[in-house]
T-cell receptor, first 114, second 113 residues
Framework: AQSVAQPEDQVNVAEGNPLTVKCTYS??????LFWYVQYPNRGLQFLLK??????LVKGSYGFEAEFNKSQTSFHLKKPSALVSDSALYFC????????????FGPGTRLSVLP | NAGVTQTPKFRVLKTGQSMTLLCAQD?????MYWYRQDPGMGLRLIHY???????AKGEVPDGYNVSRLKKQNFLLGLESAAPSQTSVYFC????????????FGNGTRLTVT
């Protein structure tokens, strides 16, 4: 079965500094990987995805993620954090056990401090 | 373009009561899903639908039922609510292709006392 781990419950970073939110996965076959962001009292919003091709993918709001097959990781990154980036971030992998579903990690809360 | 709309936004039920959560999408998506979100557990799939008139069980289906009579609507029912069903419920939809992301509604916060 597919699974996703986000080893950090909370990440704190100062505004203007680079940020990384970590994700590792376990899948059979080629992974379809996604990052979503959730702001308070809102649903999840799609940020970016890796299906195939270049290991560095770029997404919304200046975020990017690096796919590393040997380390089974898909870390989310941003060169310069904003206070408005503070939110809950979910890594997810496509899973075909239930239709065309996703398996989500537990989430990482990012706090960007001014 | 409204995307995915969920009603109601909040609800408080007593144990044993029933209710229906409504989800509507205007993107002509084939797939629709119901998830529940609990602290530290990510999102867990309750039921899903791959098209009008079809539904299937997800990871945590017990105590819930669903219907998809129209392509744009996906209903989640609780026949006899239990405190363990206190959660935030999200509806989502997606296109058919494997690379298509989910589009989420803003959630329904349900408390069962």
């Amino acid at each position: 079965a597919q699974s996703v781990a986000q080893p950090e419950d909370q990440v704190n970073v100062a505004e203007g500094n680079p940020l990384t939110v970590k994700c590792t996965y376990s899948v059979s076959g080629n992974p379809y990987l996604f990052w979503y962001v959730q702001y308070p009292n809102r649903g999840l919003q799609f940020l970016l995805k890796y299906i195939t091709g270049d290991n560095l993918v770029k997404g919304s709001y200046g975020f990017e993620a690096e796919f590393n097959k040997s380390q089974t990781s898909f870390h989310l990154k941003k060169p310069s954090a904003l206070v408005s980036d503070s939110a809950l971030y979910f890594c997810a992998v496509r899973d075909w056990a239930y239709g065309q579903n996703f398996v989500f990690g537990p989430g990482t809360r990012l706090s960007v401090l001014p | 373009n409204a995307g995915v709309t969920q009603t109601p936004k909040f609800r408080v039920l007593k144990t044993g009561q029933s209710m229906t959560l409504l989800c509507a999408q205007d993107m002509n998506h084939e797939y629709m899903y119901w998830y529940r979100q609990d602290p530290g557990m990510g999102l867990r799939l309750i039921h899903y639908s791959v098209g009008e008139g079809t539904t299937a069980k997800g990871e945590v289906p017990d105590g819930y039922n669903v219907s998809r009579l129209k392509k744009q609507n996906f209903l989640l029912g609780l026949e006899s609510a239990a405190p363990s069903q206190t959660s935030v419920y999200f509806c989502a939809s997606s296109r058919l292709d494997d690379g298509s992301p989910l589009h989420f509604g803003n959630g329904t916060r349900l408390t069962v006392t």
